[in-house]
Protein backbone atom coordinates (compact mmCIF):
# COMPACT_ATOMS: atom_id res chain seq x y z
CA UNK A 1 0.00 0.00 0.00
CA UNK A 2 1.12 3.42 -0.54
CA UNK A 3 0.72 6.20 2.01
CA UNK A 4 2.13 9.70 2.72
CA UNK A 5 2.13 11.05 6.11
CA UNK A 6 2.91 14.54 6.88
CA UNK A 7 4.12 14.95 10.57
CA UNK A 8 2.74 18.52 11.60
CA UNK A 9 -0.39 19.97 10.31
CA UNK A 10 0.88 23.37 11.36
CA UNK A 11 4.25 24.79 11.54
CA UNK A 12 4.99 28.12 12.70
CA UNK A 13 8.17 30.12 12.48
CA UNK A 14 9.35 33.49 13.11
CA UNK A 15 10.45 35.55 9.99
CA UNK A 16 14.02 35.11 9.41
CA UNK A 17 14.62 31.32 10.68
CA UNK A 18 15.19 28.34 8.92
CA UNK A 19 11.39 25.97 7.55
CA UNK A 20 11.51 22.38 8.46
CA UNK A 21 8.16 20.69 6.83
CA UNK A 22 8.30 16.73 7.50
CA UNK A 23 7.05 14.26 4.79
CA UNK A 24 7.10 10.25 5.35
CA UNK A 25 6.00 8.28 2.36
CA UNK A 26 5.75 4.88 2.10
CA UNK A 27 5.45 2.70 -1.44
CA UNK A 28 6.06 -0.82 -2.79
CA UNK A 29 7.75 0.94 -5.66
CA UNK A 30 10.52 3.44 -6.80
CA UNK A 31 8.51 6.83 -6.03
CA UNK A 32 8.29 10.00 -7.67
CA UNK A 33 8.15 12.61 -4.72
CA UNK A 34 6.96 16.10 -5.20
CA UNK A 35 5.83 19.01 -3.08
CA UNK A 36 3.55 21.72 -3.58
CA UNK A 37 2.65 25.11 -2.12
CA UNK A 38 -1.10 26.03 -2.40
CA UNK A 39 -1.48 29.93 -1.08
CA UNK A 40 -4.72 31.07 0.14
CA UNK A 41 -7.45 30.84 -2.72
CA UNK A 42 -4.87 30.05 -5.05
CA UNK A 43 -4.19 26.34 -7.02
CA UNK A 44 -1.39 24.70 -6.42
CA UNK A 45 2.02 25.43 -7.47
CA UNK A 46 5.46 22.95 -7.98
CA UNK A 47 7.81 23.49 -5.93
CA UNK A 48 10.27 20.72 -6.72
CA UNK A 49 10.18 17.45 -7.56
CA UNK A 50 12.63 14.03 -6.77
CA UNK A 51 12.29 12.02 -9.87
CA UNK A 52 14.99 9.26 -9.20
CA UNK A 53 17.89 11.64 -10.50
CA UNK A 54 19.62 13.79 -7.53
CA UNK A 55 18.63 12.82 -3.83
CA UNK A 56 18.66 16.93 -2.90
CA UNK A 57 16.97 18.58 -4.67
CA UNK A 58 16.45 22.06 -5.11
CA UNK A 59 13.75 24.40 -6.02
CA UNK A 60 11.81 28.00 -6.65
CA UNK A 61 11.74 30.36 -3.79
CA UNK A 62 14.90 29.01 -1.63
CA UNK A 63 13.31 25.53 -0.99
CA UNK A 64 15.03 22.41 -1.41
CA UNK A 65 14.34 18.45 -0.26
CA UNK A 66 16.43 15.61 0.39
CA UNK A 67 15.36 12.40 -0.35
CA UNK A 68 15.95 9.79 1.98
CA UNK A 69 15.47 6.15 0.89
CA UNK A 70 16.31 4.74 3.96
CA UNK A 71 14.40 6.60 6.30
CA UNK A 72 11.35 6.62 3.74
CA UNK A 73 11.61 10.44 4.04
CA UNK A 74 11.28 13.52 1.74
CA UNK A 75 11.57 17.06 4.45
CA UNK A 76 11.54 20.50 2.94
CA UNK A 77 13.31 22.60 4.04
CA UNK A 78 14.60 27.11 3.51
CA UNK A 79 17.23 28.44 5.69
CA UNK A 80 15.21 32.05 6.49
CA UNK A 81 11.68 32.33 6.27
CA UNK A 82 9.84 35.18 4.20
CA UNK A 83 6.73 36.62 4.83
CA UNK A 84 5.40 35.24 1.28
CA UNK A 85 6.40 31.60 2.24
CA UNK A 86 2.79 31.62 4.48
CA UNK A 87 0.51 28.84 2.69
CA UNK A 88 -0.36 25.27 2.17
CA UNK A 89 2.45 23.02 1.33
CA UNK A 90 1.64 19.59 -0.11
CA UNK A 91 3.82 16.14 -0.28
CA UNK A 92 2.90 14.16 -3.18
CA UNK A 93 4.12 10.94 -3.68
CA UNK A 94 3.89 9.22 -7.50
CA UNK A 95 3.72 5.33 -7.70
CA UNK A 96 1.92 4.02 -11.02
CA UNK A 97 2.61 0.39 -12.36
CA UNK A 98 -0.12 0.51 -15.26
CA UNK A 99 -0.38 4.50 -15.71
CA UNK A 100 1.29 7.91 -14.57
CA UNK A 101 -2.28 8.38 -12.22
CA UNK A 102 -2.21 4.75 -11.16
CA UNK A 103 -1.12 5.97 -7.76
CA UNK A 104 -1.28 9.85 -7.03
CA UNK A 105 -1.68 10.14 -3.00
CA UNK A 106 -1.23 14.20 -1.57
CA UNK A 107 -0.09 14.45 1.85
CA UNK A 108 -2.88 15.64 4.35
CA UNK A 109 -1.05 19.46 4.31
CA UNK A 110 0.88 21.45 6.53
CA UNK A 111 0.17 24.76 6.76
CA UNK A 112 2.89 26.98 7.38
CA UNK A 113 2.99 30.31 9.24
CA UNK A 114 5.59 33.26 9.12
CA UNK A 115 5.48 35.69 12.65
CA UNK A 116 7.17 38.71 11.44
CA UNK B 1 -1.13 31.52 -22.24
CA UNK B 2 -3.78 31.11 -19.65
CA UNK B 3 -2.71 27.94 -18.58
CA UNK B 4 -5.46 26.28 -16.63
CA UNK B 5 -9.17 28.25 -16.53
CA UNK B 6 -12.24 26.51 -14.46
CA UNK B 7 -15.89 27.90 -14.14
CA UNK B 8 -17.31 29.06 -12.31
CA UNK B 9 -15.16 30.51 -9.39
CA UNK B 10 -17.88 29.24 -7.13
CA UNK B 11 -21.33 27.37 -6.96
CA UNK B 12 -24.01 26.63 -4.65
CA UNK B 13 -26.85 24.13 -5.59
CA UNK B 14 -29.63 22.01 -4.24
CA UNK B 15 -29.31 18.39 -3.91
CA UNK B 16 -30.80 16.79 -6.81
CA UNK B 17 -29.24 19.37 -9.45
CA UNK B 18 -26.73 18.47 -11.93
CA UNK B 19 -24.63 20.79 -13.84
CA UNK B 20 -20.93 20.79 -15.47
CA UNK B 21 -17.57 22.16 -13.80
CA UNK B 22 -15.34 23.31 -17.04
CA UNK B 23 -11.53 23.08 -17.33
CA UNK B 24 -9.75 24.32 -20.07
CA UNK B 25 -5.93 24.82 -20.70
CA UNK B 26 -3.90 26.22 -23.52
CA UNK B 27 -0.59 24.70 -23.20
CA UNK B 28 -1.03 21.11 -25.27
CA UNK B 29 -1.07 18.97 -22.69
CA UNK B 30 -2.24 15.47 -22.99
CA UNK B 31 -2.84 14.76 -19.44
CA UNK B 32 -5.80 16.48 -17.74
CA UNK B 33 -7.32 15.33 -14.10
CA UNK B 34 -10.06 16.36 -11.67
CA UNK B 35 -9.17 16.96 -7.76
CA UNK B 36 -11.32 17.43 -4.90
CA UNK B 37 -10.08 18.96 -2.03
CA UNK B 38 -11.36 18.44 1.71
CA UNK B 39 -10.65 19.90 4.88
CA UNK B 40 -7.57 17.81 6.11
CA UNK B 41 -7.38 15.23 3.67
CA UNK B 42 -5.35 16.76 0.86
CA UNK B 43 -6.29 16.76 -2.93
CA UNK B 44 -8.26 13.15 -4.19
CA UNK B 45 -8.20 12.34 -7.77
CA UNK B 46 -11.61 12.06 -9.21
CA UNK B 47 -10.76 11.48 -12.90
CA UNK B 48 -8.52 11.42 -15.11
CA UNK B 49 -7.29 11.88 -19.13
CA UNK B 50 -4.49 10.47 -20.97
CA UNK B 51 -5.27 12.47 -24.46
CA UNK B 52 -8.81 13.35 -26.50
CA UNK B 53 -11.22 10.60 -26.39
CA UNK B 54 -9.23 8.64 -22.89
CA UNK B 55 -10.42 8.77 -19.47
CA UNK B 56 -10.15 6.91 -16.87
CA UNK B 57 -11.39 6.37 -12.88
CA UNK B 58 -9.24 7.75 -9.57
CA UNK B 59 -9.76 7.12 -6.46
CA UNK B 60 -13.12 9.06 -5.96
CA UNK B 61 -15.44 8.90 -9.23
CA UNK B 62 -18.52 7.72 -7.95
CA UNK B 63 -21.09 10.70 -9.06
CA UNK B 64 -18.90 12.27 -11.10
CA UNK B 65 -18.77 11.96 -15.24
CA UNK B 66 -16.11 12.89 -17.29
CA UNK B 67 -15.59 13.26 -20.83
CA UNK B 68 -12.45 14.34 -23.31
CA UNK B 69 -13.38 15.09 -27.01
CA UNK B 70 -10.88 17.84 -27.61
CA UNK B 71 -7.43 17.95 -25.88
CA UNK B 72 -8.26 21.48 -24.46
CA UNK B 73 -11.36 20.87 -22.48
CA UNK B 74 -12.08 18.69 -19.70
CA UNK B 75 -15.37 19.46 -18.01
CA UNK B 76 -16.15 17.30 -14.61
CA UNK B 77 -20.56 16.58 -14.75
CA UNK B 78 -21.83 16.01 -11.26
CA UNK B 79 -25.22 13.99 -11.93
CA UNK B 80 -27.67 14.58 -9.39
CA UNK B 81 -25.46 16.39 -6.66
CA UNK B 82 -25.45 15.71 -2.94
CA UNK B 83 -24.00 16.84 0.19
CA UNK B 84 -20.86 14.98 0.52
CA UNK B 85 -20.21 16.38 -2.34
CA UNK B 86 -19.09 20.32 -1.72
CA UNK B 87 -16.30 20.17 -1.86
CA UNK B 88 -13.29 22.57 -3.51
CA UNK B 89 -12.52 21.22 -7.05
CA UNK B 90 -9.44 21.75 -9.16
CA UNK B 91 -8.29 20.76 -12.82
CA UNK B 92 -4.76 20.05 -13.53
CA UNK B 93 -2.96 19.33 -16.58
CA UNK B 94 0.55 18.03 -17.54
CA UNK B 95 2.58 18.05 -20.54
CA UNK B 96 3.85 14.37 -20.09
CA UNK B 97 3.05 11.91 -17.34
CA UNK B 98 2.40 13.27 -13.90
CA UNK B 99 4.79 10.34 -12.16
CA UNK B 100 7.95 12.83 -13.32
CA UNK B 101 6.40 16.58 -15.20
CA UNK B 102 5.03 19.05 -13.44
CA UNK B 103 0.99 19.75 -12.78
CA UNK B 104 -0.29 22.72 -13.51
CA UNK B 105 -3.72 23.23 -11.35
CA UNK B 106 -6.33 26.05 -11.78
CA UNK B 107 -7.51 28.10 -9.34
CA UNK B 108 -10.44 25.96 -7.94
CA UNK B 109 -14.42 25.63 -8.25
CA UNK B 110 -15.56 25.78 -4.96
CA UNK B 111 -18.78 24.02 -4.68
CA UNK B 112 -21.90 24.10 -2.44
CA UNK B 113 -24.46 21.54 -2.17
CA UNK B 114 -27.27 22.29 0.25
Known amino acids: AQSVTQLDSHVSVSEGTPVLLRCNYS??????LFWYVQHPNKGLQLLLKYTSAATLVKGINGFEAEFKKSETSFHLTKPSAHMSDAAEYFC??????????????FGPGTSLSVIP | NAGVTQTPKFQVLKTGQSMTLQCAQD?????MSWYRQDPGMGLRLIHY???????DQGEVPNGYNVSRSTTEDFPLRLLSAAPSQTSVYFC?????????????FGPGTRLTVL
Open chain 1, 27 to 32: SSYSPS
Open chain 2, 27 to 31: MNHEY
Open chain 2, 49 to 55: SVGAGIT
Open chain 1, 92 to 105: VVIAGMKTSYDKVI
Open chain 2, 92 to 104: ASSYSSPNTDTQY
